[in-house]
């Protein structure tokens, strides 16, 4: 067992996070297409990520087989399904669509925010889980490979955790708060991660289980950039700067994907 790398794994993609939304508070953001470019950059680097990191070693492992086709579809079905319950189930605010979903609830306009950005990194953090645990057991995936997807979510990281603390400050949350609410947020991905670590940990001697899992983890994390970070960045960034972040950020993480594997 890497332990050195299975740290840097975990540690990275929180504090690029915790570090995105700590700049909220020092980096003057005067219009909306800087930060409509930031959200879409994220959301790039996450399909990217799920392509080169997730779902192309699913097809790998499961083989190039009807059935492993069935066992990647089953997994991204699965991903989706779960991130859509939990869309209904957790009360969360889009902040700038200025909608809430979920169940009814008393929770303040900061809180439901936070829950929002912690919507996001669950399916990265257990995407983080199984592919650490994938590399750990050399079933589809390298250490680079995994090094490289541990980089490509720290990357898309801080403009996420940037984006959730900036409009709260804005607002007249007080510093001391914001850096308490990002610190809060930072902490879901890597207890995801642990979770997903142990799922596949435990699961991994079943047959055809880690191509399911690597699908499940692409599935929920395009589910999230398809509902949640393309609206919120199409709604504040104007004149296609939106777009602009989505191609930049996907090539970025598609050229790190191939020079990792």
């Known amino acids: ?8 794994m975990m540690i ?16 003057k953001v005067d219009n909306n297409r800087r930060q409509g470019a930031l959200l879409g950059f994220a959301s790039g ?22 059935f492993g086709a069935f066992l990647v579809t ?3 079905a699965l991903g989706c399904i779960g991130m859509l319950v939990l869309n209904m189930v957790v009360p969360h605010e889009h902040e700038e669509q200025h909608i809430t979903e979920g169940p009814t609830s008393h929770l303040s306009r900061p809180i439901l925010l936070v829950l929002a950005v912690a919507l996001h990194n669950i399916p990265e953090g257990m995407a983080l889980g199984v592919v650490i645990s994938s590399a750990m057991q ?9 090094i490289v997807f541990s980089l490509g979510l ?3 990281n801080f403009p996420e955790g940037f984006a959730v603390i900036f409009p709260l400050y804005q607002s007249g949350v007080s510093k001391k708060r914001c850096t ?3 610190f809060l947020a930072s902490l879901a991905e890597p207890a ?3 979770l997903g670590l142990a799922a596949a940990s435990l699961l991994s001697e079943l047959s055809g289980v880690m191509p399911v899992l690597l699908a499940v983890a692409a599935g929920a994390m395009i589910f999230i950039v398809v509902e949640e970070l393309i609206p919120e960045s199409q709604a504040v960034g104007k004149n296609h700067f939106a777009t602009y972040g989505f191609l930049i950020g996907f090539w970025i993480m598609a050229v790190m994907g191939i020079l990792g594997t």
């Open 192 to 194: 995801a991660a642990l």
């Open 138 to 146: 050399n079933l589809g995936m390298s250490w680079t490979a995994a």
């Open 12 to 27: 990275i993609p929180w504090v690029a996070t915790f570090a995105g939304s700590y700049s909220a508070l020092l980096i």
């Open 1 to 8: 067992m890497r332990w050195d790398l299975f740290l840097i």
């Open 180 to 182: 308490w609410l990002g």
């Open 45 to 66: 680097v996450m399909i990217a990520a799920s392509i080169w990191s997730l779902i192309i070693p699913a097809f790998e492992e499961a083989g190039i087989t009807a």
């Open 74 to 76: 089953l997994g991204f």
């Open 154 to 156: 720290a990357i898309q």
